[in-house]
């Protein structure tokens, strides 16, 4: 029931891995070791999870042994796996038994990939269980680098930092300049009190980055600020 492949892949992991819902209910009910992993460290929830299985993850889960937050080699979980891939039915069912702060070695959060992937929904879910809206990889950025009104404004609701900058030097409002999201430049500004007059690491401010892009009507806004 339990015997691994070559690549330690047990029977289930392949039933979780090919979506095969049967399958994997018949192997729970006979007694399948869910902690069982293949030679990648992967359970069979982080497959069910990565491949969107979403009827497999709540079997999966309906078991008070699964250890949800199980890292694989490359340090991952099964809700990282899931948001990764902008999955958003199965990061909420995680969501339910996850850590709502994990991180994998490049420190992105799943708030932060929810922010990328535009998951309004997992966001405000993530922000309820107390996730960290700061951090090193800065959630409030994402969401203004994508133009995710929705989930700019819900951040800006929690204390977040407004003025945090990626590798670049570069903060939210920057990003917002630069990819023309006008209405989140405004809100940024006015209800987020970002500093207009922050500079880069080139010495470039929201202005002068808008400006360089063509974004008219966000180089109308910014110029009488700064």
Not at 54 to 63: D, G, M, P, T
Not at 104 to 119: I, Y
Not at 174 to 200: F, P
Request: net charge negative; charged share 25%; proline share 2%.
């Amino acid at each position: 029931l339990n015997a691994q492949d070559a690549e330690l892949n047990t029977p289930l992991i392949l039933a979780a891995t090919n979506g095969q819902n049967d399958a994997v209910g018949f192997l729970l009910d006979a007694g399948a070791d869910l902690g069982k992993a293949d030679q990648k460290g992967r359970i069979a929830l982080h497959h069910a999870a990565k491949g969107n299985y979403q009827e497999i993850v709540a079997l999966l889960l309906k078991s008070n042994t699964i250890d949800v937050n199980a890292r694989t080699v490359d340090g991952e979980t099964a809700l990282l796996l899931a948001v990764e891939k902008g999955h958003g039915k199965i990061v909420l069912t995680l969501l339910d038994k996850s850590d709502p702060d994990v991180t994998g070695t490049s420190k992105k959060s799943a708030l932060w990939h929810c922010c990328t992937h535009g998951l309004e929904e997992c966001v405000a879910k993530l922000i309820s269980k107390g996730a960290n809206v700061n951090g090193e990889q800065s959630p409030l950025i994402q969401a203004a680098k994508a133009g995710h009104y929705g989930i700019v404004k819900m951040i800006l609701e929690k204390d977040v930092r407004v003025d945090d900058r990626d590798p670049l030097g570069r903060t939210a409002l920057m990003w917002a300049s630069q990819r023309g999201h006008l209405e989140i430049v405004k809100l940024l500004v006015e209800t987020g009190k970002a500093n207009v007059l922050a500079e880069d690491a080139t010495f470039d401010t929201a202005l002068t980055i808008a400006t360089w892009n063509q974004r008219e009507e966000i180089v109308e806004y910014l110029a009488p600020l700064s």
